[in-house]
């Protein structure tokens, strides 16, 4: 039951090119959204689409395939768990961010898809 614990799956579309940055520990991390939607139908019995969109970060490994073979519009399954952190703006004002840390991704869509 462990591995239920903040584990998070997710499927959906990459919303732009992933951004790879190369640390000077020699680690590399790769940043993206992906959005994912719900189809259902409303009280009036129309078709309705929900859009939600998550911010990706993945180290390593899974970095370096991000890097070789995901691109916008690709669409990916992933699983991982949350993560949030804190930052402070050049305003002094601190922010909250909650970000999906990937640990393995799986590649949908056609081949030629990039």
Known sequence: MSTLKNHVQLIGNVGQDPTIT???SG???ARFSIATNEHY???KGEKVQST???TIVAWGKTAEIIENYVGKGKE???TGKLRTRTYTTDGGNQ???T???ANEILLLGSKSDK
């Open 22 to 24: 190369n640390l000077e």
């Open 41 to 43: 139908k409303n009280t």
């Open 95 to 97: 922010r909250y961010v």
């Open 27 to 29: 680690k590399k991390v």
């Open 52 to 54: 939600d969109w998550h």
């Open 76 to 78: 990916i399954a992933l």
């Open 99 to 101: 970000e999906v840390e």
